[in-house]
């Protein structure tokens, strides 16, 4: 390659190329991928591009791929919560000329943040990188999820809207006409909060090797030990969810916030699956916004880095357990005391459900644990649903779906199995469950119709909706009522002519 513009601090793989795209005068996207990475590859403008083997051999092995991956991808801020085989496979996904499964493989796909992925950027940076590089560029830090405001100037961060949001045009921060972008919070009371995110972001990005420290020892579970929430190695899940509602009262609620800010009870959730053992990967906005909702800050995150770096913080969670001090043994009268009670009990009463179960548990475990081997008793199992006022409670709701139906003054709808099922309020499985709702499953088969009846009731609508209908010939009348195979004799037809006729004169 002749000419590559030099790469700015902080800059994105798809900056480079618009940059290059700009100077080459390149007609289209198209033409400027087959120039950087030798093909037409649509993950350039993507949070993990591809193809970077492939550009570096373009400029010559100036920029490595390791360099271009670490310098100007956003997979720095996701290498912590990723595990080795998991980091391998996306460092060669983003190496070779494919990219399948690696923003699933990542956990970006089922974070169901992706939607909010616009390009970003910060006016008083672009005023700044115009001044001293005279260029302006798309930062990494403005790209990362939950950074809506600029963590240097803490301004409000704008971001590119239709059609300028289209990676496809190559543009740049300062080619935007006013009309090309909108700001990305609307309340100015959550920049303060939006400050703090951006700032512990920009400080993991920078530092991601503390952040696997900080990940390994426990840092979380850690913090919850300082505010009373964790004992003994345990969650108190009710002081959480406490201190989870007063803190997410005012958190912030713009683009991809609302997500995480739902509100019981899925609002916590991902909370938990967080502080307990990791299973999956997890997206790095979910740990920092945790992180300022536990009351963390980058220059305390800093510190305990540094503080905790020689021995994890899960020794210093373990530390803040309560010691065990050690009963006195209780003497022999009192044992067989409490045995004989134990004993005296009949042998149908659960041995959970005496008196002595418990002081038994504590202090004699040996003998009460012979003794439930030796006397085995058997599960006795209490029905947890009363299917037969279930089914009662079912006929009732069949009933009245079937008489819904057919009152209902619209088209009509036949009675079928689907149709009452789809009908019923409560969703109950019983087309399934035949042997728990008998009474349900014989006023279905009562209740539903014959293809027949389903005409004759079609015929009638037909009748009491159009007059005109009387006058038509019956293959105008068929064919008025949907119906392509009859099964309707002439007689029939003749009598609910008739019974309209006379309705009418009624009327």
Not at 272 to 296: D, E, I, V
Not at 325 to 349: D, I, M, W
Request: with cysteine; charged share 20%; hydrophobic share 40%.
């Amino acid at each position: 390659m002749e000419f590559f513009p030099q790469a700015f601090p902080d800059e994105t793989i798809y900056s480079l190329a618009a940059r290059y795209h700009r100077l080459a005068a390149n007609a289209s996207y198209r033409q400027t991928s087959y120039d950087l990475f030798g093909r037409y590859s649509r993950t350039c403008g993507s949070a993990f591009p591809c193809c970077l083997d492939a550009l570096s051999q373009q400029l010559a092995n100036k920029l490595s791929v390791s360099y271009l991956i670490q310098a100007h991808t956003l997979l720095p801020i996701f290498a912590p919560f990723l595990s080795s085989s998991q980091l391998d496979t996306a460092i060669k996904a983003m190496s070779g000329p494919s990219g399948i499964g690696l923003k699933m493989s990542v956990g970006l796909t089922a974070s169901g943040f992706e939607r909010f992925g616009a390009l970003k950027f910060c006016e008083r940076c672009v005023a700044r990188d115009i001044r001293h590089g005279g260029q302006a560029y798309w930062h990494r830090i403005h790209q990362v999820t939950g950074v809506l405001v600029c963590p240097y100037h803490q301004i409000v961060l704008k971001v590119a809207s239709p059609p300028f949001d289209d990676w496809r045009y190559l543009f740049l921060p300062d080619g935007l006409k006013d009309r090309g972008f909108e700001d990305a919070v609307q309340n100015q009371n959550e920049i303060p909060a939006l400050t703090e995110v951006a700032q512990l972001t920009a400080w993991g990005f920078r530092n991601s090797a503390e952040v696997s420290k900080l990940l390994t020892g426990g840092l979380l579970r850690y913090r919850l030990a300082e505010l009373g929430i964790l004992h003994r190695d345990r969650i108190r899940l009710s002081l959480l969810h406490d201190y989870l509602n007063g803190a997410m009262a005012g958190a912030p609620q713009s683009r991809e916030y609302q997500l995480l800010n739902a509100g019981e009870p899925k609002g916590h959730e991902w909370v938990l699956r967080l502080l307990r053992t990791p299973r999956r990967s997890h997206h790095p906005f979910r740990f920092y916004f945790l992180c300022h909702l536990l009351g963390l800050d980058s220059e305390r995150l800093s510190n305990l880095a540094f503080a905790f770096e020689d021995q994890g913080l899960s020794t210093f969670v373990r530390e803040n357990k309560i010691p065990y001090q050690k009963r006195n043994v209780p003497g022999e009268l009192k044992v067989n005391a409490h045995r004989e009670r134990f004993v005296a009990y009949p042998e149908s009463t659960r041995v959970h459900d005496r008196t002595d179960y418990m002081w038994l548990y504590r202090n004699d475990r040996i003998w009460l644990t012979d003794y439930v081997r030796s006397h085995h008793m058997a599960a006795i199992r209490y029905p947890y649903v009363d299917w037969a006022a279930r089914d009662a409670e079912l006929v009732v709701e069949l009933q009245k779906a079937s008489d819904c139906l057919l009152q209902s003054h619209s088209w009509p709808i036949r009675i079928s199995y689907a149709a009452l099922a789809r009908a019923v309020p409560r969703h109950y499985d019983f087309l399934r469950l035949a042997t728990k709702f008998p009474c349900a499953i014989e006023t279905v088969r009562d209740l539903v119709e014959t293809e027949h009846d389903f005409q004759l009731r079609k015929i009638a609508w037909v009748f009491a909706t159009y007059p005109q209908a009387k006058e038509m010939s019956t293959s105008n009348l068929l064919r008025l009522a949907a119906i392509r195979i009859r099964r309707v004799s002439d007689t029939e037809l003749s009598m609910l002519l008739q019974g309209s006729l006379e309705d009418s004169r009624q009327a």
